[in-house]
């Protein structure tokens, strides 16, 4: 398997913490040296290991906003 390269661009927080220390974060990352995107996943303390996630362009993290506004009114 290819390694992945990442950079972490912009952190915006911490959504939850794991009893083992990991964190649940939306960050801005670039992906291989791509435009970074809207991130959302679990981290490691120290950010060497992560688990699985999604990204999202701006279009669409501008979608998911719309959706979970419309469905927190409920």
Same mark, same amino acid.
């Given at each position: 398997?290819?390694? *992945?390269? +990442?950079? *972490?661009? =912009?952190?915006?927080?911490?959504?939850?913490?794991? !009893?083992?220390?990991?964190?649940?974060?939306? #960050? /801005?990352?670039?992906? #291989?040296?791509? !435009?970074p995107k809207? @991130? /959302?996943? @679990?981290?490691?303390? @120290?950010? !060497?290991?992560?688990?699985?996630? *999604?990204?999202?362009? !701006?279009? %669409?993290? =501008?979608? /998911? +906003? %719309? /959706?979970?506004?419309?469905?927190? %009114?409920?």
């Amino acid at each position: 398997m290819a390694d *992945i390269k +990442y950079e *972490i661009t =912009e952190t915006f927080g911490v959504i939850s913490e794991s !009893a083992r220390g990991w964190t649940k974060e939306l #960050n /801005l990352v670039s992906w #291989n040296g791509a !435009a970074p995107k809207f @991130d /959302l996943r @679990d981290w490691a303390p @120290d950010h !060497a290991k992560m688990g699985k996630g *999604i990204t999202l362009s !701006a279009q %669409e993290a =501008e979608k /998911l +906003y %719309e /959706l979970l506004k419309h469905a927190l %009114e409920k």
